[in-house]
């Protein structure tokens, strides 16, 4: 039998065993270069691409007009290095970063550009002392900070990614590719709230990107899934277990499993509003007025407002 409880209802939950099964169930500066293209950064997994395509646009900005305070020769040398890492010739430009640093153009976006090359190799322990240096040289530049958080992340080293990014996204906080990097360092780091509000920035910002919406609506089932699991560890007892238990087993047509469940929760927290409401649904659609009555008579002493309640004694009292 399916209950209609007359009121919206969490899909998630059980016996404090079950909910855990359902928990698992549910899961889951150089050239001027295009950054702007979020929905496809977001389902690629290895978004520390969008990250570069972040600094190579920054980058373009700060490094062109900076390149041009160096020695003439040592121009050259960063315009080409530009030029190989724009065409992915990353030995090259590799090459002609660390030329351009031997020589004594020791800036923060030759250094950044250096890290760049080691991060597109995957060599992401190399490419972090590049970061730090051009962090070290030009605190302002939002850039290696964002990069060096892709870094720190792609090696474990989740918590420092965090620090860098949660720096990175304060100095430039309307780049979406920084704030989905920050998001999955929360979600890496079990910060689920941390993460929704991330994901709900970035909706806010653009709340014509459909992708946005999705992250979003993940974020708030894990924040759901996180919650009820804080709600375990803190009472197992509590009727708030028992009333998810409840709905996942309205939510199955398990009647009696239901009822029992709801019937825990008014004991655990008889002042607890819904609980009554859905006891009296259950009864109700059970053939059971007397019982569906009272309860929903409990659940207008709590809520006196309650819509749902009031048609539903209406119904009973044949009005």
Known sequence: MRINLGFPIA?????????ESFIAQSRNRIGCLPIRNPKSEIRNRKSAIGL????????????????QDMPARL????????????????????????????????????????????????????????????????????????????SLLAVGQVPEAARELERAVKMMPAEPLVRLQLARA?????????????????????????????QLG????????????RIMRRNPRSARIYQTVGQHYVLQGKVDLALRAFQQAAQADPSLPEIHLALAQIYFESGKQ?????????ELAIVPESRAAKNLKQKLEGR
């Open 75 to 150: 121009e050259q040398l960063f315009r080409q290095g530009v030029e190989a890492l724009k065409a992915g010739q990353l030995e090259k430009a590799e090459q002609s970063f660390l030329a351009v640093l031997s020589q004594g153009g020791k800036a923060a976006y030759v250094y950044n550009n250096l890290g760049i090359v080691y991060q597109e190799r995957g060599e992401h322990l190399k490419a972090v002392p590049q970061f730090r240096e051009a962090i070290r040289l030009d605190p302002a530049y939002g850039a290696p900070r964002a990069l060096i958080g892709a």
């Open 186 to 214: 929360y979600e890496r780091g079990g910060n689920v709230p941390a993460m929704v509000d991330q994901y709900s920035a970035l909706s806010e910002h653009s709340p014509s990107e459909p992708e946005y919406a999705y």
């Open 52 to 67: 570069l395509a972040l600094a190579v646009s920054l980058a373009s900005a700060a490094g062109q007009s900076d390149a």
């Open 290 to 298: 007397a019982e569906a009555l009272r309860e929903a008579e409990q």
């Open 11 to 19: 899909d998630c939950g059980f016996r404090t065993a079950d909910l």
């Open 218 to 229: 993940r974020a708030y089932r894990k924040l759901s899934e996180w919650s009820y699991r």
